[in-house]
């Protein structure tokens, strides 16, 4: 059951493999698997307002306005256009989000360039709809390109970077046309009725690409976004002709063209979910911290538990997390995100070896056990609130032959002893919520 009715899937894509892929994007994708954890943010026009990201101005995306900012939809779309006029994040500080990630285990950042509703956290040339913009009071900072000065954070702390980017762009009269009513997400006429309008849409998005594909140092992803442009809707983004130029200035480029399928969705990213399928490709979760990507006041954050569970499960089926995080509009982390990273890092820096450059294991789950490998180790972790019998592990049901294994507490570092081939868990382990145990497996004689 989706959630929210903002989520594009296609579960054709997500089965498909892989066809050719340059040597750097292979070298890349390996890279990205080895990383495991990252982080995405959300931030923009919708932080002032406190709604659901920009989902609000789409009048077919009712479901967004349960709570609507204003009752008259014309009404709503004026305000929020202007709400430039309001962007001023005076608390931002990008090196304190970045050592703050850092701690808590993220390996990789993504950061939303510009969500659905056009406004661009980058100084782009090609729009005046931008945080540096004259009518952004924020344009006077020292810090007024947002994105170069996320990105320069990170980089130092050592974090791979990505760029989230809307093929949408709902404040361009070459989408959105002045004076129409769209009555949906999508462009508010058909470009095949009139091409020239869609072609120089086209061209407004591959300039915007090729800015931040080459004004931004090394770019590690592109993660685009808004699904919906795409062919079937007569949305055609000519992606073979952008995605090599962009590729010769980042020839590791990982590309993500959600939803789209083909030679440009190098990973696929479902939803808010953990797939029961498994993607034939490289795959990540992307989940947010909070019910919502953006910051709203008063939003409903997951407990830990729900976020450490997930991890495991992400991890043992062979995925990465990534993990979002909505900045408040004083350009602060909210409290609740900042514990929850706190005790992310605080658990990563005791069990992360079982987790970070790890690969799915043959088995990858027996009952509430969960399990990755690396080399000639397997990790095994224990949901210990899930069951109220005192755990156990068959180590024939891991086809590992029992007179050949270690076996050792992540967090005690203390041996375990072998029975019957079985390893048992103690009183102890079990106070815990996820008991972290490493398998080293040798060979005989």
């Known amino acids: 059951m989706k959630i929210r009715q903002d989520i594009e899937e296609n579960s054709q894509t997500q089965q498909e493999a892989y066809g050719e892929l340059p040597l750097e994007v292979k070298r890349q994708l390996e890279q990205f698997q080895d990383d495991k954890l990252g982080v995405i943010f959300h931030w923009g026009l919708y932080a002032v307002a406190g709604i659901v990201e920009s989902w609000q101005l789409s009048e077919e995306d009712d479901w967004a306005r349960k709570k609507p900012w204003r009752n008259d939809l014309n009404q709503l779309r004026r305000d929020y256009w202007q709400l430039e006029e309001s962007f001023n994040p005076q608390k ?13 285990g993220f390996n990789y950042m993504i950061f939303t360039t510009k969500h659905h509703d056009g406004f661009n ?8 709809y931008k945080v540096s913009g004259e009518h952004c009071p924020f344009h006077t900072n020292q810090h007024k390109d947002i994105f170069k000065t996320v990105v320069d954070a990170f980089r130092k702390e050592g974090l791979s970077i990505g760029a989230y980017y809307s093929k949408a762009d709902w404040s361009s009269p070459l989408y959105w046309e002045p004076e129409s009513r769209p009555v949906g997400r999508y462009a508010s006429y058909d470009p095949l009725e009139k091409p020239r309008k869609w ?17 931004y140092g090394d770019i590690d992803i592109l993660w685009l976004d808004a699904g919906w442009v795409n062919s079937a809707n007569n949305e055609y983004l000519a992606m073979d002709e952008i995605i090599p130029q962009l590729r010769e200035k980042q020839p590791q480029l990982i590309v993500v063209d959600r939803t ?10 479902p939803e808010r979910k953990v797939p029961d399928t498994l993607p034939e490709k490289v ?3 992307n989940i947010p911290l909070a019910k919502n990507w953006g ?3 008063n939003d409903e954050y997951k407990s830990f538990e729900e976020i450490l569970s997930l991890l495991i499960k992400i991890v043992s089926k062979g995925g990465n997390l990534l993990l979002g995080v909505g900045p408040k509009l004083d350009g602060t982390l909210p409290k609740e995100a900042v514990s929850l990273l706190a ?21 990858s789950q027996i009952d509430h056990w969960y399990f990755t490998k690396k080399g000639q180790t397997i990790y095994a972790f224990h949901f210990n609130k899930e069951t109220e019998a005192v755990p156990e592990l068959c180590l024939d049901e891991l086809a590992v032959d029992a007179s050949v294994v270690t076996v050792s507490g992540l967090k005690s570092n203390d041996r375990y ?3 019957n081939g079985k390893i048992q868990l103690t009183e102890k382990d079990q106070r815990e919520f996820v008991t972290g145990i490493e398998i080293q497996i040798g060979t005989e004689g």
């Open 92 to 104: 931002f500080c990008p090196e304190d989000w970045a050592v703050l990630c850092k701690q808590a």
């Open 121 to 128: 956290m980058y100084d782009t040339q090609a729009s005046e």
């Open 199 to 215: 072609q120089k849409y086209q061209q407004f998005v591959f300039s915007q690409l090729k800015e931040i594909c080459s004004s």
């Open 260 to 269: 789209i399928g083909g030679a440009y969705e190098n990973y696929v990213t």
């Open 283 to 285: 795959w990540e979760s």
């Open 295 to 297: 910051y709203v006041p």
């Open 343 to 363: 005790q992310l890092g605080d658990w990563l820096q005791i069990y992360g070896q079982g987790i970070y450059g790890t690969r799915k294991n043959s088995v």
């Open 417 to 419: 002893l072998i029975q």
